[in-house]
Nanobody, 125 residues
Framework: QVQLVESGGGLVQAGGSLRLSCAAS????????MGWFRQAPGKERDFVAA????????YYADSVKGRFTISRDNAKNTVYLQMNSLKPEDTAVYYC??????????????????WGQGTQVTASS
């Protein structure tokens, strides 16, 4: 069992930056690939970014490529999402998720086994 807790969301002006963190419980964090998803009001949950268990691979949605960076610190059981050049369309609740899957890339919600409660990100125009 893995418990995930996101933090770092907030309100920022368009063009600004935020860094989200996701702290994981348990001693097997390094065995999980990690991902970030987001859901805007009235819309489906969308994939944002993923990182493999060893940080050897990362994968991004086209909409955030070049602006967002996913990273992880296995010693701290934490995964991060650095978000730069935020746009109003980035406004959503952001969720981190953990996957035991070994296929790559892991960009579908059903491929993830554990989810956090979400953190709100609002980029105002």
């Amino acid at each position: 069992q893995v418990q995930l807790v996101e933090s770092g969301g907030g309100l920022v002006q368009a063009g600004g930056s935020l860094r989200l963190s996701c702290a994981a419980s348990g001693r097997t964090f390094s065995m999980y690939a990690m991902g970030w998803f987001r859901q805007a009001p009235g819309k489906e949950r969308d994939f944002v970014a993923a990182i493999s268990w060893s940080s050897g691979f990362t994968y991004y949605a086209d909409s955030v490529k070049g602006r967002f960076t996913i990273s992880r610190d296995n010693a701290k059981n934490t995964v991060y999402l650095q978000m730069n050049s935020l746009k109003p369309e980035d406004t959503a609740v952001y969720y981190c998720a953990a996957s035991r899957g070994r296929r790559w890339p892991l960009q579908n919600g059903y491929e993830y086994d554990y989810w956090g409660q979400g953190t709100q990100v609002t980029a105002s125009s």
